[in-house]
Structures are given as C-alpha cells and as structure tokens.
C-alpha cells in the first residue's frame, strides 16, 4: 500500500515536471518570434515549437505510459503561450497582430501558435499508438465488434 502511495505521488510529481516543461518551451517560443537568423532567416521559433512540443509530448507520455503525461506539457506550453498572448498593464505584447513596419513577426507568431498546438497533437497520438502497441501485445486490447 506504501508502495502504491509512493507511485501514485511520483506519477503527479511527474506529471507537474511535465506542465513546468511545457511553461519554459512556451516562454522560450514565444520570446524568439521576432528573432531573425543570419541572412534575415526568420521561424526559429515556429521550428523549435514543433520539434519542443513534438518531444516532450512524446517523451511525456512514452515515459509515463499515459496519455495525461503527453498531454501535461503541451497544457503548460498552451497556458504561456496564451497568457503572453494577453496584453500586459502597460499595452506591451509578446505576440503581436498587427505590425506593418514588420508583418514577418506577425507570421511566425501565428506559425508558432498552430504548428506548436499541431505539434502537441502529434506527441499524443504517438504516445497513443505506443499505449495501443502495448496492449495488443499483452492480448488485452479491446477487440471490435462486428
């Protein structure tokens, strides 16, 4: 019983490492909008959105074995990501809708939004095939009805 207790707290521990992962991504992500690569290159961020929210999803929920360890992170990546997206007291953005001096900042914003929810899609329906693999080779998948 103390061992099961023990799980069960390592497992929420776990799980909040996980949404506190997904918080620096999002923050991380979202302060490298506007940057631009040598050669005016500019969607570092959108790429590190999907290749960060890709793995941690993934390694989340393999790691764990649960769909609720894929989904933590991208929760914690979606919570920074839309309180940046608020206007600050002052009327500073991080994430802007309009900019003409600048509409590329505009776009990978957007990019970074989408491509980083899509991301977060991929890492559960990993985590999901990796579940159903499992089951299936323990022979306890549900089966279909005909």
Known sequence: M???????????????VLAVI????????SFLV????????????????????????SFG???TRTLTGAVM???GWFVAVGALLLVAPGGDVVF?????A???VVVVGNAVLFLGILAGAVGLFVTFRAIKSDYTKRGNAPTPQT
């Open 73 to 75: 992170p991208i929760v």
């Open 34 to 57: 506007p940057l631009r690569l040598p050669g005016g290159l500019e969607g570092l961020a959108a790429v590190l959105a999907v290749v960060g929210n890709v793995a941690a999803a």
């Open 2 to 16: 103390a061992t099961q207790r023990s799980e069960r707290w390592l497992l929420l521990i776990t799980y909040l």
């Open 22 to 29: 997904g918080v620096v991504l999002g923050v991380i992500d």
């Open 102 to 104: 600048d509409p590329g």
């Open 96 to 100: 802007v809708g309009k900019l003409p």
């Open 61 to 63: 929920g393999l790691a």
